[in-house]
């Protein structure tokens, strides 16, 4: 059974940090590539940061500069570091493991807030 863990939401001020994790179990973690995505009351979920099984990264242009997303394969786990949050970083994060269309997974996600 595949599950995806995240962990690390809260409430943050702006110009705030945040790490988030997500810890898979049933997968080959190591040849799936993993992501975050977000979504946000009343817009669709959005990719944020996806990192490939060969450690190269992308991120979507609103985040870019501003988060870091990373592995550790030995721990089956990808990280979120978000610095200088913004109140329209508001959202529920989600983790996804894709290594094809028929081995798609995601986490429950987790809610992060940024408020004064």
């Known amino acids: 059974q595949v599950q995806l863990v995240e962990s690390g939401g809260g409430l943050v001020q702006p110009g705030g940090s945040l790490r988030l994790s997500c810890t898979a179990s049933?997968?080959?973690?190591?040849?799936?590539?993993m992501a975050w995505y977000r979504q946000a009351p009343g817009e669709q979920r959005e990719l944020v940061a996806r990192?490939?099984?060969?450690?190269?990264?992308n991120y979507a242009d609103s985040v870019n500069g501003r988060f870091t997303i990373s592995r550790d394969n030995a721990k089956n786990t990808v990280y979120l570091q978000m610095d200088s949050l913004k109140p329209e970083d508001t959202a529920v994060y989600h983790c996804?493991?894709?290594?094809?269309?028929?081995?798609?997974?995601w986490g429950q996600g987790t809610q992060v807030t940024v408020s004064a």
């Open positions: 049933g997968i080959t973690f190591g040849v799936y590539a």
């Open positions: 996804n493991a894709w290594f094809s269309t028929m081995n798609n997974y």
């Open positions: 990192i490939r099984s060969s450690g190269g990264t």
